[in-house]
C-alpha cells in the first residue's frame, strides 16, 4: 500500500525568500505525481504533474522534481509571496487511476 | 481547464438524517469519479471509486451501506451520506476523470470539485 509523507507539515517564511517542500512515497510504481495547492475550505488546484518518466516540471516560480527509484519529490518555490500561503498537497496516481495523498504542508508567507 | 462543480458546497443536519451531495463535471463527460473525505488538518482519504452504469468501488474500512453512490450518468455522480453521525462530519471532495485529455501516461486527468464541508449535529 502506498504512503505518502510530507515534510515539513508547516513553515512559516518571510515574504522573498525561496523554499523547497518535500514529499516521499513508499512504493516507486507509480505513473506520475502532482503537486496541488489547497485554499482554506477549499478544493484543489492542480499546480504541476510530473510523469514517471520525467524528473522534473517547471511552472512560472515553481519547479517540482522526482526521483522515483528514491521515492521522492520536491517542490520549489522561488521568490515567495503572501499569496502563496496555502497548503501544499503531494499525490502519486498508481493504477485505476488511484491517488494517495500526503497531509500537506501548510505555508505561510509573511509580508 | 475542466470544470467540476459540488452542491451544496455546505450542509448541516441532524444526527440520523441522510445528506446527499451532488458532484457534477460541466465541460466533459466523466466515465469515472472519485469520492474522498477530509477531515481537519489531514489529507485526503479515498472512499470510493464511481463508474458510469456500474457499481461504485468502495476502499477498505468503507462502508458502502452508508455511503451511498450512484452515477446514474456520465455527468453526475451522488454520494449520500445514510443516518449521519457526528463523526461522519468532514470535508468531502470529489473528481472527475476527463479521458479527452492525454498527459502521456497510461491515465487520463482528474479535476476535482470545490468539495462539500458536512456538519453533522
Known amino acids: 500500500k502506498q504512503e505518502v509523507t510530507q515534510i515539513p507539515a508547516a513553515l512559516s517564511v518571510p515574504e522573498g525568500e525561496n523554499l523547497v517542500l518535500n514529499c516521499s512515497f513508499t512504493d516507486s510504481a507509480i505513473y506520475n505525481l502532482q503537486w496541488f495547492r489547497q485554499d482554506p475550505g477549499k478544493g484543489l488546484t492542480s499546480l504541476l504533474l510530473?510523469?514517471?518518466?520525467?524528473r522534473e516540471q517547471t511552472s512560472g516560480r515553481l519547479n517540482a522534481s522526482l526521483d522515483k527509484s528514491s521515492g521522492r519529490s520536491t517542490l520549489y518555490i522561488a521568490a515567495s509571496q503572501p499569496g502563496d500561503s496555502a497548503t501544499y498537497l503531494c499525490a502519486t496516481e498508481t493504477s485505476g487511476s488511484r491517488l494517495t495523498f500526503g497531509e500537506g504542508t501548510q505555508l505561510t508567507v509573511n509580508p | 481547464g475542466a470544470v467540476v462543480s459540488q452542491h451544496p458546497s455546505w450542509v448541516i443536519c441532524k444526527s440520523g438524517t441522510s445528506v446527499k451531495i451532488e458532484c457534477r463535471s460541466l465541460?466533459?463527460?466523466?466515465?469515472?469519479m472519485f469520492w474522498y473525505r477530509q477531515f481537519p488538518k489531514q489529507s485526503l482519504m479515498l472512499m470510493a471509486t464511481s463508474n458510469e452504469g456500474s457499481k461504485a468501488t468502495y476502499e477498505q474500512g468503507v462502508e458502502k451501506d452508508k455511503f451511498l453512490i450512484n452515477h446514474a450518468s456520465l455527468t453526475l455522480s451522488t454520494l449520500t451520506v445514510t443516518s449521519a453521525h457526528p463523526e461522519d462530519s468532514s470535508f468531502y471532495i470529489c473528481s472527475a476523470r476527463d479521458p479527452r485529455v492525454w498527459r502521456g501516461s497510461s491515465t487520463d486527468t482528474q479535476y476535482f470539485g470545490p468539495g462539500t464541508r458536512l456538519t453533522v449535529l
Open positions: 465541460d466533459f463527460q466523466a466515465t469515472t
Open positions: 510530473i510523469q514517471s518518466s520525467q
